[in-house]
């Protein structure tokens, strides 16, 4: 499969504490893309990261991106409820950067 | 970022039945996508919609079953046809290279929630 994987599944954790999600992908790429997902609806883009940046952060998101490693991670800082969602990384190649999906990592935050 | 409409939010169908979805964009993209989402899992590209051609299916996925059309560079459609409860998934455009976003970001529609029974 060309999926990317995402660990871990599940997270769950207390309101006020920081969640990391980690994502690894197979080819080379063009850049790395966030989203998050609320129980099946849409998806909202939270970050692009470009192959040729390390560490990207926006608000309580930090990003960051081992192209040596085919790695990256996301970090959610001060965790609330309303974060509570699946969060997927998905990779962009290609002239039309398309986009090749993790298999995500549904995080419970508790209030 | 673009706003991104579908048509319709979800439906239920027959077996053997056909439905064509709409993407809507307000304002011109360069892109557009189609992706699947089966229930419990990721997402996976259905196909790249291009603009007055032919749309480049990703493997697995043939123009008979699902035909694109994208005649504009606002509008796209997808046909899931002859359906099988195998189908019943969320459907979602994708849209990148809109003039607020840089050309990669890419932002996805609302979904279209298919039951096939």
């Known amino acids: 499969s060309q999926q990317g994987e995402e660990d871990p599944q599940a997270l769950s954790i207390q309101e006020g504490e920081n969640a990391t999600m980690n994502c690894s992908y197979k080819t080379s790429i063009n850049n790395l893309q966030w989203y998050r997902q609320n129980s099946g609806r849409g998806l909202v883009h939270l970050i692009l990261i470009r192959s040729n940046e390390r560490e990207k952060h926006s608000g309580r998101l930090r990003v960051t991106l081992d192209t040596s490693k085919k790695s990256s991670s996301l970090l959610i800082t001060a965790s609330r409820a309303a974060d509570t969602a699946s969060y997927f990384c998905?990779?962009?190649?290609?002239?039309?950067?398309?986009?090749?999906f993790g298999t995500g990592t549904l995080l419970a935050v508790q209030p | 970022s673009a706003v991104i409409s579908q048509k319709p939010s979800r439906d239920i169908c027959q077996r053997g039945t056909s439905l064509t979805i709409q993407c809507q964009v307000d304002s011109q993209v360069t892109m557009m996508f189609w992706y699947r989402q089966q229930p419990g899992q990721s997402l996976t590209l259905i196909a790249t919609a291009n603009q007055g051609s032919e749309a480049t299916y990703e493997s697995g996925f043939v123009i008979d079953k699902f035909p694109i059309s994208r005649p504009n560079l606002t509008f796209s459609t997808l046909t899931v046809s002859n359906m099988s409860p195998e189908d019943s998934s969320i459907y979602l455009c994708?849209?990148?290279?809109?003039?607020?976003?840089?050309?990669?970001?890419?932002?996805f529609g609302p979904g279209t929630r298919l039951t096939v029974l």
């Open positions: 998905a990779t962009g190649s290609g002239a039309t950067n398309k986009l090749i």
């Open positions: 994708s849209v990148s290279g809109n003039v607020f976003a840089g050309p990669d970001t890419q932002y």
